[in-house]
């Protein structure tokens, strides 16, 4: 018995998904306002990366295939096989395709008015049991922007990483937890 080809389709199903969401979040209306585009697809695939499941990922279609072959600015897969496994509902697809369109990142030269492409990383990333037990912020807890500068000296004196030798702006500077 052979193993069934890993494919990929556009499903309609989330693409009306998708655009809901969109026009449901004003943190997503620059994809509307800039006029990308995104193909919603389904595979069935079990995706895994290192040794966790995927459930769906985006990808920002490059220049080359989108001359002749994909008609998006983005694609984001939906891993079916995974999802089900998974006993997703409704709401968790929602959930996950809102997920995904924050990965999606534009920039429009004010100039020019040409728009730039990109997917954005995740805004945070952590442990989930220091997330549980010390919340989202946990590093940044009762640390107003104007104290930056010093608690990001606080934290090298902490590990014993002497003081850092470049200049300081205050407007780059951030934690790193």
Known sequence: MSKEPERAYLSDEFSKMGKEIIDGHADL???TELGLTIG???SNKLKK????????DCR???EFYKQEFVPFDFLITVYQNTCEFAHFTEKEYRILLYHE???VGAKQNEKTGEVSMFVRPHDVQEFRTIIDQFGIDW???GIRPSDSVHAGKFVG????EGEDTEEKTGEEDQIQA
């Open 60 to 62: 920002k279609v490059s």
């Open 101 to 103: 369109l924050l990965h």
């Open 29 to 31: 209306q620059f994809i």
């Open 157 to 160: 004196e902490l590990y014993d």
């Open 40 to 42: 919603f697809l389904t």
């Open 139 to 141: 590093a940044t807890k």
């Open 49 to 56: 990366h290192d040794g966790m499941a995927v459930f769906a």
